[in-house]
């Protein structure tokens, strides 16, 4: 394949991957997305269970989020980022509880 697909990965497991990119390359990503997947399945896939219809391969990469910012905690599954819109992105951490007092909670929202 064409280096081109080749990226720098933070992190992935069984559905997602996080990859390193640059501002210029995030601008090209959903067109590589597009070529990649076509790929994908012809020159992976397809070589190895060539009998497979198309209706039954659902393997595409998709661009779901741009972060600027991503901490990985030590357990599977727990990251926190901020997107490039601002909006922050807590996935299986629990850092602000229901009952946490207010006070605390304005704390950690001024930390992130």
Same mark, same amino acid.
């Given at each position: +394949? ?6 720098? $990965? %933070?992190?992935? *497991?069984? *559905? ?5 990119? @640059?501002?210029? $390359?995030?601008? %090209?990503? /959903?067109? %590589?997305?597009?070529? &990649?997947?076509?790929? =994908?399945? #012809?020159? =992976? ?15 595409? &990469? #998709? /661009?779901?989020? $741009?972060?600027? &910012? +991503?901490?990985? @905690? ?11 819109? @601002? ?11 229901? *009952?946490?007092?207010? #006070?605390?909670?304005?704390?950690? %929202? +001024?930390?992130?």
């Amino acid at each position: +394949m064409d280096t081109k697909y080749c990226y720098t $990965t %933070n992190y992935s *497991d069984t *559905d997602s991957c996080h990859v390193l990119l @640059g501002k210029e $390359t995030v601008d %090209n990503l /959903h067109k %590589n997305l597009e070529e &990649f997947n076509i790929l =994908l399945k #012809e020159e =992976l896939v397809k070589k190895h269970n060539p009998h497979l219809p198309d209706e039954y391969f659902l393997y595409d &990469f #998709e /661009h779901e989020k $741009t972060m600027d &910012f +991503m901490y990985y @905690g030590d357990a599977k599954k727990r990251y926190y980022g901020i997107e490039d819109n @601002g909006q922050k992105y807590i996935h299986g951490l629990n850092i602000i509880r229901k *009952d946490t007092p207010w #006070e605390i909670k304005d704390i950690l %929202n +001024m930390l992130s």
